[in-house]
């Protein structure tokens, strides 16, 4: 299992390092006329990256070189994974796109400069309130002379923000949604919205076929779920993972226990990983309670109560066997036949 210091920055690359995603992000997302230009079959990914050593706490980027209306450019994407909208992405990515190009300068001195198109994906906290016209960071220049303007760098980025009160759909293959979904969900302040969207993410994964990617992306997934929550929540998500695949819940604690024998575990104490497995941690009852009454808005509070008395085992057979239920009576049948309530 490999170690991970940047959450974001593995993520990111994982899925969109992988030129079959990248094309499906460009065939979901670029506006009709600009994937007309693009030969999405000519993309190919570049190593090169121009993050500076001190805003990798913040960023990632990517760089692809393509086929844009026949000749050779590229398309940059920059993970923006700050809090809030940066007002200085553009100058950013105007200094980023300026290192591709001296790149190709050193390669043939006098050749013209190849197309560059900046794509920004932003994951923060916040909807995103920034103008991505680069001239619009210049002071004034609402009321600027057009010669004065002339002084200016033109361009725009196309920007997609998927915090959780963006509006953004999220479409696309399986690798590609699950993580829009994830870095999506790790904008969402809402306890309760939040273990609603790990839990529709966890159900894809158990759902869709094992293969080495699909499993080397839930790993994936769950390193960067450990780095971007508090401890205690994360053993919080190991249980309610259990009310959709126990298997998955024991790969977390697994996962969670690696990190620890290498290290890069700060603050979780020994006995919460052992709580783990006695089932210590609060709140199952009303993980489970809230899938229920989701599902079943009608049934009475008292079976509430009557949770509280299951086993962690009882709790899993009733979370696993939830989804295929019909209605409220079958709910009840089971409670009486399993936990003889």
């Not at 399986?174 to 306890?191: G, V």
């Not at 259990?242 to 697994?254: G, I, L, W, Y």
């Amino acid at each position: 299992m490999e170690r991970l210091n940047n959450p974001h920055d593995r993520f990111f690359k994982e899925v969109l390092g992988d030129v079959a995603n990248t094309q499906a992000f460009l065939e979901t997302y670029l506006p009709p006329e600009v994937l007309r230009a693009i030969d999405v079959g000519t993309i190919q990914a570049e190593k090169d990256s121009f993050i500076e050593q001190d805003l990798k706490e913040f960023y990632a980027d990517l760089l692809f070189r393509a086929n844009i209306r026949n000749r050779e450019a590229y398309v940059y994407i920059l993970l923006e994974h700050k809090s809030y909208s940066d007002y200085n992405v553009g100058v950013q990515l105007l200094r980023y796109m300026s290192a591709i190009w001296d790149k190709e300068i050193k390669k043939q001195k006098n050749r013209r400069l190849p197309l560059i198109l900046p794509i920004v994906l932003y994951q923060g906290k916040e909807k995103w309130g920034v103008s991505t016209q680069f001239a619009d960071r210049i002071e004034g220049v609402e009321t600027m002379e057009g010669s004065l303007k002339k002084a200016i760098p033109h361009f725009e980025y196309y920007l997609y923000d998927f915090s959780s009160n963006s509006g953004e759909e999220i479409k696309g293959p399986d690798d590609l949604r699950l993580y829009l979904e994830t870095i999506r969900m790790a904008s969402i302040k809402d306890p309760e919205k939040f273990n609603e969207a790990y839990v529709r993410i966890t159900t894809v994964f158990v759902t869709r076929e094992e293969t080495e990617t699909s499993e080397r992306l839930y790993d994936t997934f769950i390193h960067y779920l450990y780095y971007l929550i508090a401890r205690e929540d994360f053993l919080r998500l190991v249980q309610l993972t259990r009310t959709v695949s126990v298997e998955r819940s024991e790969r977390m604690q697994t996962i969670a226990e690696w990190l620890k024998q290498e290290g890069m575990e700060k603050g979780l104490e020994e006995g919460m990983l052992r709580g783990l497995e006695r089932g210590i941690e609060v709140g199952r009852e009303q993980l489970l309670w809230k899938q229920i009454s989701k599902k079943f808005p009608q049934i009475p509070r008292t079976y509430y109560e009557k949770l509280k008395t299951l086993t962690i085992d009882q709790l899993d057979n009733l979370g696993l066997e939830l989804m295929d239920m019909q209605n409220v009576e079958e709910l009840k049948k089971h409670l009486h036949a399993k936990a003889g309530l």
